[in-house]
């Protein structure tokens, strides 16, 4: 995004939100359905997908390697897949824009095809570390040329002999997880990837759902083997998508601290791997409520009813970050306007993501009047208990998720709060903006 095509937002102080949306597909789901059914045989049908850019991204990028992907007038899609093995080598370089999971989960599963991928991405991704990746995708046999630190654009050579792995995933983290069980579906015998902390579990359900045999087996020292059987015959299946917890997560933080207001939100995924926010926030006095809870293609769903409410800093302990590790941006907005002290711990990944989310939350809630405290992998909030004060400009750096969280700020700030660059946004909540006025929010472009 150069600063010509920058699209500035500012959000002003709101009125009691009010009204039912529902917010758009999982973000994970979405990249998994599209990726499993372009590997699978016969026909995916994914209803629900999030058609933000990160997602189109990976349509695009199966399409590449020769998948048929096709969306219907009535916003389904469509997959034919080739099978297990059977991606072919895309004729270009692959640009997988803000997306970390999507270019992650490729690697994966390109490592164990022999041909040649060449991947790249914007500002951000091209910033973020692969190494994570490439080291354990490097043992089962797959060459990588990266930049330095192991950064992209990055070349993938797959291998025709890969090898099954042991793997202790050395950080929590989904994406590694998922990279090394997809690349381990074209490798003979079993591929085991090892996690001390439960991650967000996705990839196992899914990969199930189309057929494949995905064992977990709990370990007597803590934690999980999770193992995947090579050549399984992944079949097309239908996949609802469930509304994103995290994509949820602002509207329903707003909902809380704007006084008065009250809104439902139906069919907000609830896995218990990604509630983390959810629960906190019901630690801090939340009114949220979960109706109709219920299994849909597999994963666990909720209706949420959420009242403005009073809200109490807690203490986030640190083994609580892999199962809200994306919402700690909106948390940290809500602990800005709770009464009390606010400590989340365990945060180094955050330095990591689509910013260092840690270092932007700490210089952002200054900014806007807020007493903070950043450590090497913590933050400390003190909230007063009322409306912060706002008035700044933030810089968002491509983070959609900064992004949302300082347009939910300017809705309770005494003074509006802008951010330079809103058009990140799109890569995980399109419609964001008009989702969050018609509930009563007033955000707009600078004006
Ligand atoms: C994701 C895993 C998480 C999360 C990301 C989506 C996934 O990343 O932050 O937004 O879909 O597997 P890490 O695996 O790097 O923690």
């Not at 939910?408 to 660059?421: E, K, Q, S």
Request: proline share 6%.
């Amino acid at each position: 995004m150069t600063a010509d095509t920058a699209r500035p937002l500012l959000s002003r102080h709101a009125g009691a939100l009010s009204g039912v949306t529902r917010v758009p597909g999982d973000k994970s789901i979405s990249h998994r359905a599209l990726m499993f059914g372009a590997l699978a045989l016969g026909e995916s049908r994914i209803e629900g997908l999030l058609e933000g850019e990160d997602v189109l991204r990976t349509a695009a990028a199966m399409r590449a390697l020769g998948a048929r992907v096709e969306r219907g007038t009535d916003g389904t899609w469509r997959l034919w897949g080739r099978g297990v093995g059977g991606l072919t080598e895309p004729a270009d370089v692959i640009d997988m824009g803000n997306s970390g999971t999507g270019a992650r989960l490729l690697m994966g599963l390109v490592a164990t095809h022999p041909f040649t991928t060449v991947l790249t991405g914007d500002a951000s991704l091209r910033s973020r570390p692969m190494k994570r990746v490439t080291d354990p995708l490097g043992l089962m046999g797959a060459g990588f040329v990266a930049r330095g630190g192991g950064r992209l654009p990055l070349a993938v050579t797959g291998t025709d002999m890969p090898l099954p792995i042991r793997y202790d995933l050395p950080v929590a983290s989904a994406q590694v997880k998922s990279a090394i069980l997809l690349a381990g579906l074209n490798t003979p015998g079993k591929t085991t990837v090892v996690e001390r902390a439960a991650t967000r579990d996705h990839t196992e359900l899914m990969l199930r759902a189309f057929g494949a045999e995905v064992t977990v087996e709990p370990l007597a020292e803590g934690g999980n083997a999770i193992s995947v059987t090579g050549h399984p015959e992944l079949t097309g299946r239908p996949v609802i998508v469930p509304g994103d917890p995290s994509s949820a997560a602002f509207p329903a933080v707003a909902a809380l601290l704007v006084p008065g207001s009250d809104i439902h939100l139906p069919g907000v995924g609830i896995n218990p791997l990604r509630d983390g926010l959810y629960r906190t926030l019901l630690e801090m006095g939340a009114d949220i409520r979960f109706d109709n809870c219920r299994d849909q293609a597999g994963e666990p769903v909720a209706d949420l009813t959420i009242r403005a409410s009073t809200l109490t800093g807690v203490d986030v302990p640190a083994d609580r970050a892999p199962s809200m590790i994306d919402e700690y941006p909106i948390l940290a907005v809500a602990a800005a306007c709770a009464r009390g002290t606010t400590r989340m711990r365990g945060l180094a990944e955050l330095r990591v993501k689509e910013s260092d989310r840690l270092a932007l939350m700490a210089k952002g809630l200054a900014a806007c009047g807020i007493a903070v405290e950043e450590e090497a992998d913590a933050l400390i909030v003190h909230g007063t208990g009322s409306p912060p004060a706002g008035g700044a400009t933030i810089a968002v750096h491509l983070d959609h998720r900064i992004a949302m969280s300082f347009l939910v700020l300017g809705m309770v700030a005494r003074d509006p709060v802008t951010i330079d660059d809103g058009a990140a946004i799109d890569t995980s909540f399109p419609g964001f903006v008009p989702l969050m006025n018609g509930l009563g929010a007033r955000i707009g472009a600078q004006s």
